[in-house]
């Protein structure tokens, strides 16, 4: 009979995670490496990369490896694909975490948070870029690799609340953005695309489920990140639990849909949002 430490164990997975150091991302790989596995830290800036790894490694005892990725280039990603093979030799899993948010990448343009009607062509543009072909490009280098192996492995694809329901415009009134002058809010770019996040993770747990590829969508809910204090009481509000997520509360959730303790389950959207999606 297999314990419950056993269920969640990543000992010795390899697990790539794109936007790896980004505010969840650097969660997602503290947790990976707790559960024995090592964690493959992947994103386009790796400032601050081989410090985190080196605190990562000293309080969890394991390994880390950090590698510059492009996820719009298929050059890159195939650079990041040769550079893990050539360290473990194996992949065995998947985070696809990256995404244009305001913190990453974002803040480069001073009409991220246009209204709809004015919004750019560019935006537009780099947010299906980054959110879904990048997705794709990594999802599909990194598939051709689990298919090789016996256990196949687990690809989760990180969507958001507003890739389920549309965000609510309302709780954006007053606010005012930590990068600026502008108000904030949720670009009609972020939504479209996270939406597309929940068919992408359905089609692909269908087409590889007979290499034991599981594909599973990880929806998370707002995470405090330094946000203006009105905002924060405004989403708050919208919440049956009465606040804000904070980043470390979904590492089980990842844990959980990485290793043996979501054997049967593919093709789902884990939602985890402190209920705003009940209403």
Same mark, same amino acid.
């Given at each position: &009979?297999?314990? $419950?430490?056993?269920?969640?164990?990543?000992?010795?997975?390899?697990?790539?995670?794109?936007?790896? &150091? +980004?505010?969840?991302?650097?969660? !997602?790989?503290?947790? *990976?490496?707790?559960?024995?596995?090592?964690?493959?830290?992947?994103?386009?800036?790796?400032?601050? =990369?081989?410090?985190?790894?080196? *605190?990562? #490694?000293?309080?969890?005892? +394991?390994?880390?490896f950090a590698?510059?990725?492009?996820i719009?280039?298929?050059?890159?990603?195939?650079?990041?694909?040769?550079? /893990?093979? #050539?360290?473990?030799?194996?992949?065995?899993?998947?985070?696809?975490?990256?995404?244009?948010?305001?913190?990453?990448?974002?803040? #480069?343009?001073?009409?991220?948070?246009?209204?709809? #009607?004015?919004?750019?062509?560019?935006?537009?543009q780099l947010?299906?870029?980054?959110?879904?072909?990048? %997705?794709?490009?990594?999802?599909?280098? *990194?598939?051709?690799? %689990?298919?090789?192996?016996?256990?196949?492995? @687990?690809?989760?694809?990180?969507?958001?609340? !507003?890739?389920?329901?549309?965000?609510?415009?309302?709780?954006?009134?007053?606010?005012?953005?930590?990068?600026?002058?502008? @108000?904030?809010?949720?670009?009609?770019?972020?939504?479209t695309?996270?939406?597309?996040?929940?068919n992408?993770?359905?089609?692909?747990?269908?087409?590889?489920a007979?290499?034991?590829?599981?594909?599973?969508?990880? /929806?998370?809910? +707002?995470v405090? =990140?330094?946000?203006?204090?009105?905002?924060?009481?405004?989403?708050?509000s919208?919440?049956?639990?009465?606040?804000?997520?904070?980043?470390?509360?979904?590492?089980? =959730?990842m844990?959980?849909?990485?290793?043996?303790? @979501?054997?049967? &389950?593919?093709? =789902?959207?884990?939602? $985890?949002?402190?209920?705003? /999606?009940?209403?």
């Amino acid at each position: &009979m297999r314990n $419950i430490q056993e269920l969640f164990s990543l000992r010795e997975k390899v697990v790539v995670i794109t936007g790896g &150091m +980004g505010l969840l991302g650097k969660t !997602y790989a503290e947790a *990976i490496a707790i559960a024995n596995g090592y964690p493959v830290i992947a994103d386009i800036k790796l400032n601050g =990369a081989e410090d985190f790894i080196k *605190i990562l #490694e000293h309080e969890t005892g +394991g390994e880390g490896f950090a590698c510059e990725v492009d996820i719009t280039s298929e050059k890159s990603v195939q650079n990041l694909v040769e550079q /893990t093979l #050539e360290k473990y030799g194996r992949i065995n899993g998947l985070i696809n975490n990256a995404a244009l948010t305001v913190a990453k990448g974002g803040t #480069e343009f001073k009409d991220y948070f246009s209204a709809f #009607e004015n919004y750019p062509l560019k935006l537009w543009q780099l947010a299906l870029d980054t959110n879904l072909t990048g %997705m794709f490009l990594v999802t599909r280098e *990194i598939g051709k690799q %689990m298919k090789k192996n016996s256990d196949g492995g @687990s690809i989760v694809n990180v969507a958001s609340t !507003y890739g389920v329901v549309s965000p609510d415009h309302r709780i954006y009134q007053g606010t005012k953005s930590q990068y600026g002058e502008q @108000s904030i809010n949720t670009p009609i770019g972020y939504a479209t695309t996270k939406s597309a996040v929940l068919n992408f993770t359905r089609y692909l747990a269908t087409y590889w489920a007979k290499y034991k590829i599981r594909v599973n969508t990880l /929806t998370p809910g +707002g995470v405090f =990140a330094g946000h203006d204090k009105t905002f924060v009481n405004n989403y708050s509000s919208r919440v049956p639990l009465g606040r804000m997520a904070k980043e470390h509360e979904y590492q089980g =959730a990842m844990i959980f849909l990485l290793s043996d303790a @979501s054997s049967y &389950m593919t093709g =789902a959207n884990l939602i $985890i949002d402190g209920g705003w /999606t009940c209403w």
